[in-house]
């Protein structure tokens, strides 16, 4: 190489890793704040519907965040920048998770830098979750899964059940690096949300980050609840005779689940779908009326924070936190606010109601050691007088006709 190729091929390399300096430490732009919309959503507090439909929850629920969070996202001032506010940050964070818009979006949304509104939601998403899970989704004890069982009891008509489970796909942008692992059956990237909700649509337990690829029963049995179910970790209650059996055997808690779960003593699952018998399908009605509440729950988030109707586009961690934050709030919300179910007159049972003449026999000789005796002996229970609901007649009425 010559002295001249030699001059040449030094000064590409100086041009391509000169720094480019950097024309404002704060862009004149963001300095004016007086529009943003930071300061407009302040101003929202004369109006509670517009409140409410801006932040995703009520004044006195917010206020009541801002003080259990802020402390936690407080950061000082410096002689180059002003810190932002908490309550700022919580606005921007709650924005984001309502509507998913893009960071760059929110930024000329709220007069900040796009790195700025990153940051933010990263760093209060996590907040969010570390301070109100100990509180709004912490892990029950007895008494709680006991309170738990009977509030199923009372608004589905289905005793002992402690939850329903079910697994949900979150859209994302492929991360970096991870060719197709996240990449699952329905044909997009995604990371697995499993949660175990309430009789309220409230969420028990959440597990979050497993491979988008894997099904919703290998999610399960590597999840912390999988886990504790397994090793018998979880408080359950012990065995207790079900509500009006004359027979008084000591039936075990349960959790509802759909037939991609397993049939465990620990797991109701419905009877496989060909060749039901009547007493079959009355069981898997029951089933699936305590089951749907973490459908509703799914629903129900994602109604709520629409950042889960288009791909997710952060780092893993912070997909992560968003997931765990949006599902904590959810309770938080619900909870704190009394959006809670209330008994439907559908589901209740109704002792004047007489069971129609049909001859489904009921098995005297099952073995409650074993899921598939469980299962039996719940199917015969369900027929019994004050035990069987008018709905799960329409529901197998043509056969009986």
């Known amino acids: 190489m010559s002295s001249d190729d030699e001059d040449v091929f030094m000064l590409y390399w100086w041009l391509r890793n000169k720094k480019k300096k950097r024309r404002y430490w704060i862009h004149p732009l963001l300095k004016d704040k007086q529009h943003s919309s930071y300061v407009v959503a302040k101003e929202l507090t004369a109006d509670e519907d517009k409140f409410q439909s801006f932040y995703r929850m009520s004044q006195v629920a917010f206020h009541r965040l801002v003080q259990s969070v802020g402390p936690h996202i407080t950061k000082k001032d ?36 796009e790195r700025t509104i990153g940051m933010t939601v990263a760093e209060t998403t996590e907040a969010i979750w570390t301070c109100l899970h100990p509180e709004w989704l912490p892990v029950p ?37 991870t060719g197709s692992r996240n990449f699952n059956y329905k044909g997009y990237f995604s990371v697995q949300l499993m949660a175990c909700a309430d009789a309220d649509g409230c969420f028990v337990t959440i597990d979050v980050g497993d491979l988008g690829r894997n099904s919703d029963g290998g999610v ?110 959810h309770n938080y919300i619900r909870k704190t606010e009394g959006k809670m179910y209330t008994p439907r007159n559908d589901v209740n049972i109704d002792e004047d109601t007489p069971m129609p003449n049909v001859n489904l026999e009921i098995n005297r000789n099952v073995n409650l050691t074993t899921a598939k005796g469980m299962r039996d002996y719940l199917s015969d229970y369900f027929l019994k007088p004050g035990v069987a609901i008018p709905p799960q007649w329409l529901r197998i009425v043509g056969s009986i006709e």
Request: hydrophobic fraction near 35%.
């Open 141 to 177: 004890d007895t008494n709680a899964w006991k309170n738990i069982s009977a509030r199923y009891q009372q608004l589905w008509s289905l005793p002992h059940c402690l939850g329903s489970i079910d697994g949900k796909h979150i859209r994302i942008k492929k991360f970096g690096n």
């Open 220 to 329: 399960f049995r590597s999840s912390r609840l999988g886990r504790w179910l397994q090793a018998d970790g979880l408080n359950l209650p012990p065995p207790e005779p079900l509500p009006l059996d004359e027979n008084e055997h000591s039936f075990p808690y349960y959790f509802s689940a759909d037939e991609a779960f397993p049939l465990k003593t620990y797991i109701m699952r419905p009877y496989p779908r060909s060749s039901l018998t009547d007493k079959q399908r009355v069981f898997n009605f029951r089933l699936s009326l305590g089951r749907k509440t973490v459908e509703c729950a799914f629903g129900m988030l994602t109604s709520k924070f629409r950042v889960f109707e288009t791909p997710i586009g952060c780092s893993e961690k912070t997909v992560i936190s968003i997931i765990k934050c949006a599902c904590v709030l």
């Open 78 to 113: 410096t002689n180059w920048r002003m810190a932002l506010e908490p309550e700022e940050k919580l606005i921007i964070t709650l924005r984001y998770l309502a509507t998913g818009g893009s960071f760059r979006a929110l930024a000329h949304y709220f007069v900040r830098g």
